[in-house]
């Protein structure tokens, strides 16, 4: 079964501190997607991550991606208010449909 | 550049009625696809196309028909409405094939069944 789990569903966090987001999915995949969503507002592109060992850095965000623990991490650095969202991992599965996790709801408070 | 749009952004139905939501993209992107996005589930894979002419189910695709004649737009039919079918849809677009190809997504479409 093609899965991509996440967790936490839920984080708040105050300003300033530093967390990680994660992501497993069930099997090999080629491509794994991080996506921001505002409340109301339609999916932002974050990150899309190709290969083992990846790393890609915007900001305060870094994601990573382990394909052999089939696992990816989105760090967040010194959180700020402006980070609070919902954000999504997804992988391909080697084709182009997206399977998406569930999403982690996260809240800076200051 | 308009990217993914679609219309309506609301609406409300009964029960019954049949509606299409309509989705275009200016991208010439050869992959389009229908989420719907429900609390606490992420977003579920209904339809997706791999071009013009090619149509195929995804995760949900019960209650839900597509057909894709163009390469520029990619409808959503509800034939007869559920209160199940109440959720926020969103349309997206894609290469195929491409190594670091992204999927856009356009606004959404938030549908109440009553």
């Known amino acids: 079964e093609l899965k991509v789990e996440q967790n936490p569903l839920f984080l708040s966090m105050q300003e300033g501190k530093n967390y990680t987001i994660y992501c497993n999915y069930s099997?090999?995949?080629?491509?794994l997607y991080w996506y921001r969503q505002d409340p109301g507002k339609s999916l932002e592109s974050l990150f899309v991550?190709?290969?083992?060992?990846a790393v890609k850095q915007e900001g305060r965000l870094m994601a990573s991606l382990d394909t052999k623990a089939r696992l990816s991490t989105l760090h967040i650095t010194a959180a700020v208010h402006d980070l609070s969202a919902t954000y999504f991992c997804?992988?391909?599965?080697?084709?182009?449909?997206?399977?998406f996790g569930t999403g982690t709801r996260l809240t800076i408070i200051p | 550049n308009a990217g993914v749009t679609q219309t309506p952004k609301f609406q409300v139905l009964k029960t019954g009625q049949s509606m299409t939501l309509q989705c275009a993209q200016d991208?010439?992107?050869?992959?389009m696809s229908w989420y719907r996005q429900d609390p606490g589930m992420g977003l579920r894979l209904i339809h997706y196309?791999?071009?013009?002419?090619?149509?195929d189910q995804g995760e949900v695709p019960n209650g839900y028909n597509v057909s894709r004649s163009t390469t520029e737009d990619f409808p959503l039919r509800l034939l007869s409405a559920a209160p199940s079918q109440t959720s926020v849809y969103f349309c997206?677009?894609?290469?195929?094939?491409?190594?670091?190809?992204?999927?856009?997504f356009g606004q959404g479409t938030r549908l109440t069944v009553v």
């Open positions: 997804a992988s391909n599965f080697g084709n182009e449909k997206l399977t």
């Open positions: 991208m010439n992107h050869e992959y």
């Open positions: 099997t090999t995949s080629d491509r």
């Open positions: 991550l190709l290969s083992n060992g």
């Open positions: 997206a677009s894609s290469y195929r094939g491409a190594s670091n190809t992204e999927a856009f």
């Open positions: 196309s791999v071009g013009a002419g090619i149509t």
